[in-house]
């Protein structure tokens, strides 16, 4: 096993069995131990729950509401940020179940760890979610000082 003290939490549903196996492998692979967190179900939501995000902002930003699974997953990611924040654990990586593990994982995650007083958060985003997003500055780690 790898010696990475940062700890991984992947999120994930209970059910989701073949995803649960596909992120298991990979991090398998790269020698990096984590847990499973399970996610909330948002097709397990009340109909009526009250909107736990601000719906005017989003339908005026995205031009859609979330749907349950959205609102699940988002709960979700709430859930997990509140362990971490009672947790004495300096920094802990999140996945959702659905991720492609780069190889580099474990060289980034020492690096990270090196620099773990420099930062208060580093989110990873890949694909559409980066053009979308207009006002995030997107650092690499060659820009970020890593």
Do not use: W
Not at 38 to 43: F, K, L, R, V
Not at 69 to 94: Q, W
Not at 116 to 130: E, H, M, Q, Y
């Amino acid at each position: 096993m790898n010696s990475h003290v940062i700890p991984i939490t992947v999120i994930s549903l209970p059910h989701e069995t073949q995803r649960r196996a596909r992120i298991k492998n990979q991090l398998d692979r790269l020698g990096l131990s984590f847990s499973f967190f399970d996610a909330i179900n948002g097709q397990d939501l009340p109909a009526d729950m009250p909107l736990p995000y601000n719906e005017a902002r989003r339908l005026r930003i995205f031009g859609r509401g979330l749907t349950q699974g959205e609102i699940g997953c988002l709960l979700s990611h709430k859930a997990v940020l509140e362990v971490i924040a009672r947790s004495t654990t300096p920094c802990t990586l999140v996945l959702e179940d659905d991720v492609v593990i780069d190889a580099g994982l474990p060289g980034i995650l020492q690096d990270i760890q090196t620099h773990a007083n420099t930062f208060d958060l580093v989110r990873f985003l890949s694909g559409p979610k980066i053009s979308r997003i207009k006002k995030r500055k997107i650092l690499t780690l060659n820009t970020a000082g890593l």
